[in-house]
């Protein structure tokens, strides 16, 4: 059964950083598009960050370019998103996100809807 594991949110002060993690098990993660997504109180899911199958490709939402950063450790079969600068508006709860149709290509997945599978998310709350 492929599971997607969040761990690393918490609380932090405005301008401090986290470091998300995405361990999967079930299912090798080596070669597939990954991505995170955020859904604050009130506001629909919303795209943060993606990378590609190669790891060679990444995207980000405007809000978080420059600040966040996707990578992946396939030998780990996890995925991290370093989050610097931290704002208030960035409080949320993050999930993570397999695609596991399209393997070893370039190409990053910024819809929600190209994810098959989700992990159960963690919270990130940024204090101002």
């Not at 506001?43 to 060679?56: D, H, N």
């Not at 995925?79 to 709860?93: G, I, R």
Request: net charge positive.
């Amino acid at each position: 059964q492929v599971q997607l594991v969040e761990s690393g949110g918490g609380l932090v002060q405005t301008g401090g950083s986290l470091r998300l993690s995405c361990a999967a098990s079930g299912h090798t993660f080596s070669g597939y598009p990954m991505g995170w997504f955020r859904q604050a109180p009130g506001k629909e899911r919303e795209f943060v960050a993606a990378i590609s199958g190669s790891g060679g490709s990444t995207g980000y939402a405007d809000s978080v370019k420059g600040r966040f950063t996707i990578s992946r450790d396939n030998a780990k079969n996890t995925v991290y998103l370093q989050m610097n600068s931290l704002k208030p508006e960035d409080t949320a709860v993050y999930y993570c996100a397999a695609k596991l149709d399209v393997r070893y290509g370039s190409v990053w997945y910024r819809r929600a809807t190209s994810y098959g599978h989700w992990g159960q998310g963690t919270q990130v709350t940024v204090s101002s």
